[in-house]
């Protein structure tokens, strides 16, 4: 089993920066690829930013492209999020999750991969 706590979020304004963190335990997170996903009130649950387990592959959601990071820090069991340039569309619960070393990394942009989620943190930009 593994645990996912994120932190980080809070309320900021647009053009700010956040960064997101995501503290594992249970289990060593070098062996998982691990994604952030995002869901804002009405909407599904949607795709962020995925990263490998050894930090050296990541995809990204146009949306977030150029102005989101995501990296991870083995050592730590930790991954982060990155937020820069934010917008208010960018108002969200964050939700971290993991995936198992095993997964097809073309399908890490879709909820169903992934094994083990947070709780979620509360992202909220002001125009």
């Known amino acids: 089993q593994v645990q996912l706590v994120e932190s980080g979020g809070g309320l900021v304004q647009a053009g700010g920066s956040l960064r997101l963190s995501c503290a594992a335990s249970g289990r060593t997170l070098s062996s998982y690829h691990m994604g952030w996903f995002r869901q804002a009130p009405g909407k599904e649950r949607e795709f962020v930013a995925v990263?490998?387990?050894?930090?050296?592959?990541?995809v990204y959601a146009d949306s977030v492209k150029g102005r989101f990071t995501i990296s991870r820090d083995n050592a730590k069991n930790t991954v982060y999020l990155q937020m820069n340039s934010l917008k208010p569309e960018d108002t969200a619960v964050y939700y971290c999750?993991?995936?198992?070393?095993?997964?097809?990394?073309?399908?890490?942009?879709?909820?169903?991969?992934?094994?083990?989620w947070g709780q979620g943190t509360q992202v909220t930009v002001s125009s």
């Open positions: 990263v490998n387990w050894s930090g050296g592959r990541t």
């Open positions: 999750a993991a995936a198992g070393g095993g997964s097809r990394w073309s399908y890490l942009t879709q909820p169903h991969e992934y094994n083990y």
